[in-house]
């Protein structure tokens, strides 16, 4: 009797192919969040993998693309030259011959009637670029965008705001970040379920109150007791969160706490994990919220969960205040691009100073719902000091009845420093974040 075969690998023409349309979609101003989906559950995988280094490498490869050809063929064609430059110009990422390369990236083209006249384009492109490379990397070192693989406003803004750290936040910003886990520990300690975690040879070690950093990323279905609601996947600088608005005071099931801006739910959840409390959760996409509502469930967890505009606190507030507030702000993310790569791409220069508004507007009306002596966490994802420290100081000069307490403040990614209160040690580091406490006077 013949043994069953096993699945063939993937083709690589095929996993380029996805990836140019990946990179071409955020070329052209679409999340990947919203890209990857598109592509087949088989090859998704791979095609994340590829789509990641290119994206970490795309101004390089842009800057080298532009010398190789005098007008820039269509999206699809540039993002695959892109790939293949980003490929062939590093050794960080996935490893191919060169000739098998080459070969596989004309061969997708090929697969496409629109474009399989382009591939001997392409063929000629890359094959030029095989013989020149170190001329043509050479002739992009000096352009910062090309050094760097962020935009020049990004990495300006990066130079004023951390002038002895900016070159190291970018290189962190082009490094996987690890695989970090938060311990539900009102289902399992995490010595437990550390020792769960040796017992299937998944190396893993502590980092803050309830975290587990993975040795190496493993997809969440090979994770024990995840589909038990054991655990979460969260970032070590998000789980500062929840231990920063709740420390200090005994909390009370009657005790009110909103989570302003929750979705996906991985802060509300910690708050529910940590606190016996009335949890408010808020966001204004439904379609969020409703992930809210399935990490609860998962974790065997309770929250009120609400579809509205922290905003506009007439339409959905009830009047009663607030013990704590945490307001996890929309922002620029430029603190965990590591984790998304596309986000250095679509953002642009002036989204700061719109989102910079939007922080502030959240913050005038969120303070009115707060109880007197009551305390408000204000985070974003963000380095950008417009989004965190320059916010925050201009939030107390408005405010007599505010009281900032000191805390974390800017976390940069990686291990591109150890300012702050929180121990720059975990393998990897955490991404960037801001945070700060600001306590309202009592009466």
């Known amino acids: 009797m013949n043994a069953p075969s096993r699945p063939s690998a ?31 559950d088989a ?141 539900n520990r009102r289902q399992v300690s995490r010595d437990t379920y550390l020792q769960s975690l040796a017992d299937r040879g998944i190396a893993a070690q502590p980092v803050g109150d309830d975290g587990v950093v993975l040795g190496r990323a493993l997809p969440v ?53 940590q606190a016996d409390a009335q949890v408010v959760a808020l966001d204004v996409d439904a379609q969020r919220a409703h992930r809210i509502t399935d990490t609860l469930q998962r974790l065997g967890l309770q929250a009120k969960v ?26 620029s993310a430029a603190g965990i691009v590591r984790r998304h790569p596309d986000v250095r791409w679509l953002r642009r220069a002036s989204d700061i100073a719109a989102l910079v508004s939007i922080q502030k507007a959240l913050l005038e009306a969120l303070w009115p719902l707060l109880k007197p002596g009551g305390r408000l966490v204000y985070a974003t994802c963000s380095v950008f000091k417009a989004e965190g420290e320059d916010q925050v100081q201009a939030f107390l000069s408005r405010h007599t009845d505010a009281r900032w307490q000191p805390g974390p403040g800017h976390l940069l990614p990686g291990r591109a420093s150890a300012e702050g209160d929180f121990n720059d040690n975990a393998p990897g580091g955490h991404d960037g974040f801001y945070y700060a406490r600001i306590d309202k006077a009592p009466l």
């Open 10 to 40: 993937p083709a690589l023409a095929d996993q380029l192919l996805h990836t140019a349309r990946c990179v071409a979609a955020v070329a052209s101003g679409q999340s990947l969040s919203d890209a990857l989906p598109a592509v087949p």
């Open 43 to 183: 090859l998704r995988p791979g095609v994340q993998a590829l789509t990641f280094h290119a994206l970490r490498h795309f101004g390089l490869a842009r800057a080298v693309a532009a010398r190789l050809v005098q007008r820039s063929p269509e999206p699809l064609v540039h993002a695959l030259l892109c790939t293949a430059i980003a490929l062939l110009s590093t050794d960080d990422g996935p490893r191919y011959a060169e000739h098998t390369l080459v070969d596989q990236a004309v061969a997708a083209l090929r697969r496409q009637r629109r474009t399989e006249r382009q591939a001997g384009f392409l063929n000629a492109c890359l094959r030029r670029f095989l013989r020149e490379r170190d001329t043509l990397l050479a002739a992009v070192r000096d352009d910062p965008v090309a050094r760097f693989n962020h935009p020049l406003w990004w990495i300006e803004r990066l130079r004023r705001d951390y002038p002895q750290h900016w070159q190291a936040i970018v290189a962190a910003d082009n490094e996987p970040g690890p695989m970090t886990l938060r311990v």
């Open 221 to 273: 279905e090979q994770l024990p007791g995840f589909a038990q609601g054991q655990v979460s996947v969260q970032d070590a600088a998000a789980q500062l969160a929840a231990p920063l608005l709740l420390a200090g005071r005994t909390w009370a099931p009657d005790d009110r706490v909103l989570d302003a801006c929750a979705a996906p739910g991985g802060k509300t959840a910690h708050l529910l994990e």
């Open 306 to 331: 609400l579809v509205a505009d922290a905003a506009h606190p007439d339409a959905w507030w009830d009047g009663k205040p607030f013990d704590a507030i945490l307001l996890d702000a929309p922002c």
